[in-house]
C-alpha cells in the first residue's frame, strides 16, 4: 500500500506542476458542461411561420392569435398574392399557414373547413417537431370555437412526470455530466502513459522492484481522485445553474461514480500504456471517451433510434449505463432496485480495462 500511496503522490505531483493539465482536468469539464448544456436543444421555439389569411374574418383572426400566442411561433405578414413557397426561398418563414375562404361561415355552420400548413422539410427534425405543434394549436383551438362540430369522444389528459417544464437543460445536463468524466480523467491517464513509453522513462519501472498492480492502481488512483475533483464542480453546476437535485436515494449514484471513474481511468491508463505515443493514444481515448459515448449512449437521441446495424455496439459502450444512472439519481429516483445491474456492468467493464493494462505491462516487466 506505501508504494501504491507513493505512486499517487508521484503522480499528483507531476499533475500539479502542469498547469495545462490542471485547465483539462478542472476548467474545461465545467466550459463543456454549461456550453454544450445550454445549446444542446430539441425544443422549437420562436419558428417564423407565414400567414395567408384568404378569409380575413373574425374566427381566422383568433386562429391566427392561437399560433401568435405560441411560445414556438412567431408570425411574419405574408400577401395572400404570393406563393407560400417564396417565403421557404427567402428564407422568410419555416412553415406557411394557408386559411380559406369562407373558413369562418363554415365554422358558423359546424361545417369542417381545411386549414393548410406547409412545412419546410429540410431540417426534418424540426420539422416533424412544428408538425406536432401546429397539431396542438389547431386541437386547442378547434376545443374553444368548434361551434357545432362534434366533439371527440376520448380525450388523453397528459401530465409531464420528472420534467414538467420539458426543459432540455435538465435532460442534457446529466449527459453532458456523464460526457466531461468520460473524457477528461481517461485522457490525462492515457497521456500519462503515453508520455512515459514515449520518453523510455518507464524502462525504469520495469527495472524497479515495484509491482505491475502497485504501479497501475497508483497512476489510476491519481486519476480517480482528479475524477471526484471534477465530479464536485460539475454537481455543483447541476445543483446551481441547472436547477437539478437528487430525487431520491443518492448511494447507487455515489457507488456508480466511483466505479465509473476508476472504469474510465482504467481504459485510459490501458490506451497509454498499450499506445507509446501521445498523439495516437489521444485520438484513441478522443474515439471511446467522447465519440462513442456521445452517439451510442443515448445521450441526444434514444438509442432505438440509433441504425440496427450499429445499435448492438451500444451493449459495449460503458457511458450508456452511467447516463441512465445519473438521469435516474437526478430526475427520476428508482434507485438501486431500478439500476443496480447497471453497477455492476460498469465495475465488470473497469475490471476488464484493467486486467488488460496489468498483463499488458507484467509482461514487460522484468522479475526482480
Known amino acids: 500500500m506505501r508504494r501504491i500511496l507513493a505512486q499517487t503522490r508521484k503522480e499528483l505531483t507531476q499533475l500539479v506542476r502542469d498547469k495545462m493539465a490542471l485547465a483539462l482536468a478542472l476548467v474545461l469539464p465545467c466550459t463543456q458542461l454549461i456550453l454544450m448544456g445550454s445549446a444542446i436543444s430539441l425544443t422549437v421555439a420562436d419558428l417564423p411561420i407565414a400567414v395567408q389569411d384568404l378569409d380575413d374574418s373574425p374566427t381566422s383572426r383568433t386562429l391566427i392569435d392561437a399560433f401568435r400566442h405560441s411560445n414556438t411561433f412567431r408570425i411574419v405578414p405574408f400577401a395572400v398574392d404570393r406563393q407560400p413557397e417564396t417565403a421557404f426561398t427567402s428564407n422568410l418563414a419555416r412553415a406557411a399557414l394557408i386559411i380559406p375562404a369562407r373558413f369562418g361561415r363554415d365554422i358558423a355552420r359546424g361545417v369542417t373547413s381545411p386549414v393548410q400548413m406547409l412545412i419546410d422539410a429540410s431540417d426534418s427534425n424540426t420539422a416533424r417537431l412544428v408538425s406536432g405543434y401546429a397539431a396542438e394549436v389547431t386541437a386547442a383551438w378547434n376545443a374553444d370555437h368548434g361551434g357545432g362540430a362534434r366533439v371527440a369522444p376520448v380525450q388523453a389528459a397528459i401530465r409531464f412526470w420528472y420534467n414538467p417544464g420539458r426543459s432540455s437543460k435538465r435532460f442534457?445536463?446529466?449527459?453532458?455530466?456523464?460526457?466531461?468524466?468520460?473524457?477528461?480523467?481517461?485522457?490525462?491517464?492515457?497521456?500519462?502513459?503515453?508520455?512515459?513509453?514515449?520518453?523510455?522513462?518507464?524502462?525504469?519501472?520495469?527495472?524497479?522492484?515495484?509491482?505491475?498492480?502497485?504501479?497501475?492502481?497508483?497512476?489510476?488512483?491519481?486519476?480517480?481522485?482528479?475524477?471526484?475533483?471534477?465530479?464536485?464542480?460539475l454537481l455543483t453546476l447541476l445543483f446551481t445553474y441547472f436547477g437539478l437535485n437528487f430525487a431520491g436515494d443518492p448511494t447507487c449514484f455515489i457507488v456508480a461514480t466511483i466505479f465509473y471513474a476508476f472504469c474510465v481511468c482504467s481504459f485510459g491508463t490501458l490506451i497509454g500504456s498499450a499506445i507509446p505515443n501521445q498523439q495516437v493514444a489521444m485520438q484513441m481515448v478522443m474515439l471511446g471517451g467522447f465519440l462513442l459515448v456521445f452517439m451510442l449512449s443515448g445521450l441526444i437521441y434514444p438509442i432505438q433510434n440509433v441504425p440496427i446495424q450499429i445499435r448492438w455496439l451500444s451493449n459495449f459502450i460503458w457511458g450508456r449505463y452511467y447516463i441512465d444512472i445519473v438521469r435516474d439519481a437526478l430526475l427520476e429516483g428508482g434507485g438501486w432496485p431500478a439500476q443496480w445491474w447497471k453497477v455492476v456492468i460498469i465495475a465488470f467493464t473497469g475490471s476488464v480495462f484493467y486486467t488488460m493494462s496489468w498483463r499488458n505491462m507484467r509482461r514487460m516487466q522484468l522479475k526482480a
Open 172 to 233: 442534457y445536463g446529466p449527459g453532458i455530466f456523464v460526457l466531461g468524466l468520460s473524457l477528461f480523467p481517461p485522457l490525462l491517464a492515457s497521456l500519462a502513459s503515453a508520455k512515459e513509453g514515449e520518453q523510455k522513462t518507464i524502462l525504469q519501472v520495469y527495472v524497479s522492484s515495484i509491482s505491475a498492480h502497485e504501479f497501475l492502481l497508483g497512476k489510476i488512483l491519481t486519476f480517480v481522485l482528479v475524477s471526484f475533483c471534477e465530479c464536485l464542480l
